[in-house]
């Protein structure tokens, strides 16, 4: 709900701040007094048209703020959530004009489209006025207040679900076969190479392996003669290192005296004697068993030459092949048979129209029950609204073609029958603005229970009636306040009676200059604007205890 609204250099608002509670909130003053300011800066907070006039003279901005309690609005809080907008319960709009004409808007603090401010906007709150931003005269809102009423919300997600499902599927069907000459030339092409592919059965790391393998068998002959020759330098040769050792080693042991300092030397040469031995004999054995295997490089550089070539086939590295031969056998058993394929689209197509069929149809039986309850217990308001001539009719008309849409396949449209025997048609062609605002009330009175959008604003509601009926239009905000929050700007005293909240505009010069103000009131100050609105300016004993006695019975209302 709507908890503040704060209003800087708008029209004749210097500066406006209020506080606004649950229940129905009245805004009352004399005509030209700035009323208006109030619902025009909520409008542009939603992402109403703006204009360079509405910025006070002499400002260089103006600077509207509105603050919503979304606790209670989920829809609201996923909204935000989904454009990594939310801040807990708290949700601030705030739309700023220069006096150029540009304008920008924040949502939380964070700079924004004007369309996001619009659609978030359309789940805080509703104003029903004669201005062109009235919700009632969309068809997709008489679309959700019908479905609404009916409860049949969730059937309507599950529809507009199918239907979806079932336009992707469509539209991918139409695609496969629009294409059809490339596909099956694309099929071919996708057998022929995992063919080919399965055909050379690449292994995990068989390239590295057979890569490591053909260095060794090709380099067999070097091998073999370098070990050939390293075993006859180690102890086969006329001056081998096993000589040379023992000769070091027999000089040593031929000192005259004893040097300790050479023990250490002298027992590695030992240990090198010994290690040149066995590493000769190792050589030896080597070369013995060792046997260059020309079929098997052969083999080898056979199998690396299939690989090389299937990647240079495919303009790739040959370490991409098992990718590339994954990749395509999928493309190939969704197009030959698979998920993708024709028959199988279609078969699924004819499912997914016979589930959006089935859901439409209850769909549509649920909104036709709906339809008739919902008329008659409107016809029933609108009686008690001044109004009993006027028909009221949810009109469902079917889909061109029978063509399935989101929505179902039904159009949902409001009509009226302003005099009997007149045929009934859209609300924006026979409705004045005055009936359009009692239209509004009425419908919003026999849905408040069902309704989502918690903050309703109506703009001159009680336009051209008076008497008991204004009575029965204070009866029935106040009714609407109980279960959400309301705002009405009115000029009768049984409608601002009623009220929870009364806020008074009045206006004043000062300096040259003339201001706007906005105050709330308390209980006398309520009862002496009461008076004021039943006989003007001279308010005698008798207006003041008529305006008591309208106070106290209102404030006990209850419809």
Not at 58 to 84: C, Q
Request: with cysteine; aromatic share 4%; glycine share 6%.
């Amino acid at each position: 709900m709507l908890t503040q609204l704060t209003v800087s250099n708008y029209a004749i608002a210097e500066r406006v701040e209020l506080q606004f509670n649950r229940g129905m909130t009245a805004l009352t003053g004399e005509t030209g007094a700035g009323k208006s300011i109030v619902l025009d800066a909520l409008g542009l907070a939603m992402g109403g048209r703006a204009d360079a006039g509405a910025v006070r003279h002499g400002a260089k901005r103006a600077d509207i703020t509105a603050s919503f309690d979304i606790s209670r609005i989920p829809e609201a809080r996923s909204w935000l959530e989904n454009h990594e907008l939310d801040d807990k319960d708290d949700c601030i709009l705030r739309r700023t004009i220069s006096k150029d004409g540009r304008s920008k808007a924040f949502i939380n603090g964070q700079p924004c489209p004007l369309s996001q401010l619009k659609e978030l906007g359309g789940l805080l709150m509703d104003i029903h006025s004669q201005h062109q931003h009235q919700s009632l005269l969309r068809k997709e809102t008489h679309r959700k207040l019908l479905d609404e009423f009916a409860g049949a919300e969730s059937l309507a997600d599950e529809t507009r679900s199918a239907w979806k499902a079932w336009h992707q599927t469509r539209q991918k069907l139409q695609q496969r076969q629009h294409n059809a000459d490339e596909a099956e030339a694309r099929l071919q092409l996708l057998r022929y190479q995992v063919e080919e592919l399965d055909r050379l059965a690449l292994g995990e790391d068989e390239q590295t392996t057979l890569e490591a393998e053909q260095a060794q068998l090709s380099q067999a002959d070097a091998v073999l003669h370098s070990s050939h020759q390293a075993a006859l330098l180690c102890t086969e040769d006329e001056v081998s290192a096993a000589d040379l050792v023992r000769q070091a080693l027999y000089q040593l042991e031929q000192l005259p005296v004893d040097v300790p300092a050479l023990t250490d030397t002298i027992q590695m040469l030992n240990e090198a004697q010994i290690q040149i031995s066995e590493a000769g004999d190792n050589l030896r054995r080597f070369v013995d068993d060792y046997e260059a295997d020309p079929a098997r490089l052969a083999e080898v550089e056979e199998r690396l030459s299939a690989i090389y070539q299937m990647a240079r086939k495919h303009r790739i590295t040959p370490e991409e092949l098992p990718e590339l031969h994954q990749r395509l056998s999928q493309e190939l058993a969704e197009l030959d048979g698979g998920e993708g394929s024709l028959e199988q689209l279609q078969a699924e197509l004819e499912n997914l129209r016979a589930r959006f069929d089935a859901l439409a149809t209850n769909l549509t039986e649920t909104r036709r029950n709906a339809a008739i309850e919902l008329d008659q217990r409107i016809a029933r308001e609108l009686a008690q609204l001044s109004m009993p001539s006027v028909q009221f009719v949810s009109h469902l008309s079917r889909n061109s073609d029978d063509e399935p849409a989101p929505h179902g396949m039904e159009e949902v449209e409001f009509l009226v029958s302003a005099n009997p025997g007149q045929p009934a048609r859209s609300l924006a062609k026979v409705a004045s603005g005055g009936e359009l605002s009692r239209i509004s009330l009425a419908i919003q009175v026999v849905v408040a229970q069902t309704s989502t959008t918690p903050t309703l604003v109506f703009d001159e509601v009680d336009v051209g009636i008076g008497g008991g009926t204004a009575e029965v239009v204070g009866r029935l905000l106040r009714s609407l306040g109980e279960n959400g929050q309301v705002l009405c700007v009115t000029h009768l005293p049984q409608v601002a009676a009623q009220c929870h909240q009364h806020l008074f505009v009045s206006k004043f010069t000062e300096k040259d200059a003339t201001y706007s103000r906005i105050e709330s009131l308390d209980d006398q100050g309520r009862i002496s604007e009461v008076a004021r609105m039943l006989g003007g300016v001279d308010m005698t004993e008798q207006t003041i205890a008529h305006a008591r006695e309208m106070f106290v019975k209102g404030q006990a209302t209850h419809h």
